[in-house]
């Protein structure tokens, strides 16, 4: 056990004091102990490695992986797979070909990813995963804890509708959040046997609102006594919205989702508006901890193996009575949602708030 002297005891309060008195946090003591290579021994580089992009959580998602780089000193790089599993996997070789320290790889197939990443690992490159599941225990997993998302949503179905109502889901198998909240539909459906699931269907077909907004027009046609739709990604919501209002059933439906946006609050808070709740980290947020999770293994610290982003339940009437019409007011307004202490050692720089 370290002694601690009276000569130390002195000196450390003399130099918090010192700190205080310059204006600077006390946390700025533990920054300043920073390990390599964010010591400025070196300039880190990653790179980004995404299959999902379209819509605007993804957009807030790389805004944050954005904004966590600067403040780390980290050199990015971006690639943009759009929903091309083959074309993801290039990507990765081309990330490991320039040489980068780390890669977040943001979604994606397991069977395409999981070997392209493992030639990352043996190139020596630190890689962590955001919703994909790359099967390997070297590779951390950034989640939303999806399990949580899909729970307090369905809680909240629950709660307005009864345990008894036709429901439309909206689904696409083998992305590994999606699966994730599936199985907790699956677990609702059989804890509450008089929801009855009528219909079934989803796409990932660019521009998904659009393309789940034309299929699910033709299961509503099929299906005029659904009440409830659960639609666990906010663009199936979209695309559901569309659907349920070119239908003229705004009054006959309730949408229930996951993730959240400047773009869904509005449509939430529409007159009328079948979208009734959501459950949502703040995807900023969310790149945020990607990159504190990749940059914890590059200065070679353990983050875990499941790095988790705690998420919030966001009701259409709670967004009307705050009056919340943009994600910045969700986060002033709900301080839970503005920031997640998690992957957050005492060096690590965030981005200014």
Known sequence: ???????????????????????????????GAAPAPFDGSKKPRIALVRYLSTGDFFQAY???????????????????????????ADMMDQAIGLGVDGIIVQHGLTESMKPAVQRA????????AFDVNVENEAVPQVEQSDRDLARLA???AIKDNGEEFEAGYVYVAGIAPL??????????????????EAARWGTMDNPIANSVANQASAVLRANPTIQVVFAPYDEFAKGVKIAVDEAGMSGDIK??????STADIAAMREPGSAWAATAATNPAVVGEVSVRTLAM?????????????????????QLNDENIANMEELSKKLPQFAHADVAVPAWMKLPPR
Not at 179 to 196: C, L, S, V
């Open 62 to 88: 790389l805004s944050g992986v954005e904004r966590q780089a600067e403040a780390l000193g980290i050199e990015l790089r971006v690639f943009d797979s759009r929903q091309d599993a083959a074309l993801q």
């Open 121 to 128: 690992l043996d190139a020596g490159i630190k890689v962590v």
């Open 255 to 260: 949408i229930y989702s996951a993730d959240i």
């Open 1 to 31: 056990m370290t002694r601690i002297t009276r000569r130390r005891l002195l000196a450390g309060t003399a130099l918090a004091l010192g700190a205080a008195a310059a204006g600077l946090p006390l946390r700025a003591l533990a920054q």
């Open 179 to 196: 699966d994730r909240r599936d199985e907790t539909w699956t677990e609702f459906k059989a804890k509450y046997p008089g929801i009855k």
């Open 154 to 156: 369905l809680e909240q």
């Open 297 to 317: 293994l590059l200065a070679g610290e353990n983050p875990g193996a499941s790095v988790i982003v705690p998420p919030t339940l966001i009701t259409q009437a």
